[in-house]
């Protein structure tokens, strides 16, 4: 707690902000060692100038209000998470302006390195809401963190998603820790902090105003390797989170939209302007190639031990009589003996879940 207090002073101070902040730390390694340093060896430090130096020096941190906050720590059980910690995610700490210290509810695991972020209108409609969980399933399949910002339409359909999937997801939040936004996400929360983290820069009992969300959206685009974007209006704030991708040098996707829908302006905007363009999970993981390195496959291995073992006995007996020469559906019908809406409903569980592929004419084969 003692070393706690001085991160938490260290923001306080005038002039030191989340890029400063980073700069000191690297240079002297913790807050405390920070505001011990003389004033030559403070201006060493790039960007740091006489003033802050002076701010530094004079600075007399708020005991009750630090002290109140680390009460508020130890009596919730929730983690301050530090850019000195091995747990910090590296991904974000990566970024030109990491936040000093998270606030966590679930933790962080190493796989998280693996995230994928999926944002997109808080008014989704319903292909919207459908793209979305399917994309997330499919991502969650593969191994793959899911991030967004837990707020309601398509976000809280990606954190969803994701978990009924079995898979992980992280949720960054623009209001404190302890203040549920929006209020019916409540249950959902407690969903995530047990398949994944909960996480603010904010202190507690910080309300979510809306000076707050785009320095949020800076974390979910950190914290992930690639950032969707699933319907967005021409004025959405997945926009900004989309421009802080882009200025970390992080890939980003777009789903299109019906040109016709006020919900696709913004995302269709953002494939005309250079986003890649995607259709499903296979997309996302085709461009991040080059920085998954040897673990895609892996990622593939594991797609292919689900897609097959995770079979209702229904699905197992049309699986077993599809090859890897394509056959007509049709076929597989008389094949199954089943009928063919029956068959045709199963088989799009099957290509949901990674174990066929659906070609031209009503063909399928094995995927894996």
Known sequence: MDELYHWLALSDVPGIGRVFYKRLIEAFGSPEAVFSASPPELKDVEGISDKIIKELKNFKPDDKKINNELIKLKDSGIRLITLNDNDYPQNLKSIYDPPPYLYVKGGFKNEDRLSVAIIGSRSATNYGRQITETISKELSSLGITIVSGMARGIDSFAHQSALDAGGRTIAVLG????????PENKGLMARIKEAGAVVSEFPFCTLPEAANFPQRNRIISGLSL???????????GSLITANCALEQGRELFAVPGNITSRMSKGSNSLIKKGAKLINSADDIIEELIPRLKGELKDLRALKNKTAITNLSDE????????????????KLTIESKMPASKASALLLNLELKGAVKRLSGNMFIRSC
């Open 175 to 182: 209001c404190g820790i302890d203040v549920v936004y929006p």
């Open 315 to 330: 699905e197992r007996l049309l699986f077993d009589n599809i090859t890897l020469e394509p056959k007509h559906i049709d």
């Open 226 to 236: 690639g950032t969707v974007v699933i319907e967005a209006s021409d004025d959405s």
